[in-house]
């Protein structure tokens, strides 16, 4: 059973950082596709940054310069390395899975995590 645990996240001023991070387990680690989405409230959900085993990484233009997107293979964890926090960064974020040898571009998530929901204080 394929599950992905996300990680991280709390109440943290505007300009601090976070590192969110994504468990995954129930796929071989060799060929993925996974995405951090993020839904804020009242907002549709909008993915942010994509990694995969195929091509390299991938950001939204909203976060380009501020997030990082980094795997650890031996952990099976896709992390979220976010800098220079903003009030409108405050949302639930959601790694979701592609477990394919896919790009990023081409990839449909077959599954999603919980969710961790980050706050950013003015």
């Known amino acids: 059973e394929v599950q992905l645990v996300e990680s991280g996240g709390g109440l943290v001023q505007a300009g601090g950082t976070l590192r969110l991070s994504c468990a995954a387990s129930g796929f071989t680690f060799d060929d993925y596709a996974i995405g951090w989405f993020r839904q804020a409230p009242g907002k549709e959900r909008e993915g942010v940054a994509c990694i995969s085993s195929v091509d390299s990484t991938y950001y939204a233009d909203s976060v380009k310069g501020r997030f990082t997107i980094s795997s650890d293979n031996d952990m099976n964890t896709v992390f979220l390395q976010i800098n220079s926090l903003k009030p409108e960064d405050t949302a639930v974020y959601y790694c979701?899975?592609?477990?394919?040898?896919?790009?990023?571009?081409?990839?449909?998530?077959?599954?999603w995590g919980k969710g961790t929901l980050v706050t950013v204080s003015s």
């Open positions: 979701a899975a592609d477990p394919a040898p896919i790009s990023c571009r081409d990839s449909i998530p077959d599954y």
